[in-house]
């Protein structure tokens, strides 16, 4: 088991800058592909970033060259840092984990079974 634990949402202006934190503990280990996902209401819940075994990451196309999202293995923890926050930005993010490398599949929810309770993100124009 893993429990992972987000924070570091808030409500900003409209290219202002969060950075959101996901606490893991448990079964952890450094061979963990990890990654941030969020879901607005009324929509899906999409991949965001994610932190692959090997240190890759990938990113969703509307996020590219405005977050990055960063590991600490030391300290089980997880980041994502969001600049340029825009108001479609809004939603609330979840922290997913799981044991071996993620691979092609690692911005899809079938993939982890592990979540955080989320932490919400509001930007204003």
């Known amino acids: 088991q893993v429990q992972l634990v987000e924070s570091g949402g808030g409500s900003v202006q409209a290219g202002g800058s969060l950075r959101l934190s996901c606490a893991a503990s448990g079964n952890t280990y450094s061979s963990t592909c990890m990654a941030w996902f969020r879901q607005a209401p009324g929509k899906e819940r999409e991949g965001v970033a994610a932190?692959?075994?090997?240190?890759?990451?990938s990113y969703a196309d509307s996020v590219k060259g405005r977050f990055t999202i960063a590991k600490d293995n030391a300290k089980n923890t997880l980041y994502l840092q969001m600049d340029s926050l825009k108001p479609e930005d809004t939603a609330m993010y979840y922290c997913?984990?799981?044991?071996?490398?993620?691979?092609?599949?690692?911005?899809?929810?079938?993939?982890?079974?592990?979540w955080g309770q989320g932490t919400q993100v509001t930007v204003s124009s």
């Open positions: 997913a984990a799981d044991l071996g490398g993620g691979g092609s599949l690692r911005l899809m929810t079938e993939y982890y079974r592990y």
């Open positions: 932190f692959d075994t090997d240190c890759s990451t």
